[in-house]
């Protein structure tokens, strides 16, 4: 008796992860680059109830066994490509397939995002640099930040569609 009501709460609290992980999805259904989760459950042991020689007295092809629930195996998250959104703005870039934009938080921390809201703005010693909503600087490929000359206009910088930066000078 005991045994099948500690396979029914292992059930009943594995099913509670599986509320809560499609509840996070639906709460961040709106939220810019958030990548969905999926909850991968496992079976717990099974024990026998009957030897094999007690099946083959019973004509069971297998002897009779009873498992011990079901637990969480783990919680993996779909890093398939969402859908893209034209906001007007021209710093703003978006990933198509594959990657990630890297940003730093400071000198020892860099953390990637697939979150193209970014932005120019100036830093420190007079330089444009581009930078997340947040202010957080752009890395280049090299692990530097994104970074353009003094005076050089916002309306100069563009991208390419392979994540190229290009300034325009006088001469076009």
Known sequence: MMRSLWTA?????????????????????????YKQENVN???????SLQSEE????????????VGH????????RNFAQGTLVETGN???????????????LSEEETVYTRDGNFSLAQTSDGT???????????LSTDGEAITFEDGV??????????????????EG
């Open 90 to 104: 021209p710093h703003d870039l978006a990933l198509i397939g594959n990657g990630f934009f890297a940003v730093s």
């Open 128 to 138: 444009l640099a581009l930078v997340t909503a947040e202010g957080y600087p752009v």
């Open 9 to 33: 709460a292992s059930g009943m609290t594995s099913q509670q992860a599986q509320v809560d992980t499609i509840s996070n999805n639906l709460a961040n259904v709106n939220t810019v680059a």
């Open 54 to 65: 007690q099946a083959a007295e019973s004509n069971n092809p297998t002897p009779m066994q």
């Open 153 to 170: 206009g916002m309306s100069r910088i563009s991208f390419d569609s392979y994540g190229m930066v290009y300034v325009t000078d006088d």
């Open 41 to 47: 459950f496992k079976s717990l042991l099974y024990q």
């Open 69 to 76: 629930g079901v637990r969480v195996g783990s919680i993996s």
